[in-house]
């Protein structure tokens, strides 16, 4: 059984807390979280995967196996690339319906706008709002799937 969004969150909300605020070691412990993240291959690093809003270059690339999303993401930035490993981490493997609802209260639990600037912050949001429009997209798929099931 895979975690729920929530439960994930709680899990990074545990993680950060034993930084103890600490923002030296809350940005070295993103950037580790991103040498994590599989690389992206060269293929996949086109301006239609760019997400738009961020002051690095960073690339995502959702897809929808069955009835979850996947994603794979990369940047060029050590920061930016484990801020993106971090949404990635919530919301893999969830259904779309799930990621579009979802609300993150990690972010505001954890105090990441103490670590990360105003820049940062805007393309963290342009981020979510590029995973939340692609589980959007897909929802909106599995729905005329099911609508076309129930014609047939």
Do not use: H
Request: proline content about 4%; some cysteine.
């Amino acid at each position: 059984m895979s975690q729920s969004v929530n439960d994930i969150q709680n899990e990074i909300i545990e993680e950060f807390a034993l930084l103890d605020g600490d923002p030296e070691m809350t940005n070295f412990y993103i950037m580790e979280l991103g040498q994590k993240l599989p690389p992206l291959d060269e293929s996949q690093r086109t301006e239609e995967n760019i997400v738009k809003g961020c002051q690095s270059k960073v690339w995502l690339v959702p897809s929808l196996e069955g009835s979850k999303m996947k994603f794979e993401a990369d940047s060029n930035s050590a920061i930016t690339k484990g801020l993106v490993s971090l949404l990635v981490r919530v919301f893999q493997e969830q259904p779309p319906n799930d990621i579009v609802d979802a609300d993150l209260f990690f972010i505001d639990k954890i105090g990441m706008n103490r670590f990360i600037g105003t820049q940062r912050s805007n393309g963290f949001a342009a981020m979510i709002k590029q995973i939340k429009l692609a589980a959007l997209v897909n929802k909106e798929r599995q729905a005329i799937a099911k609508s076309d099931q129930k014609i047939n």
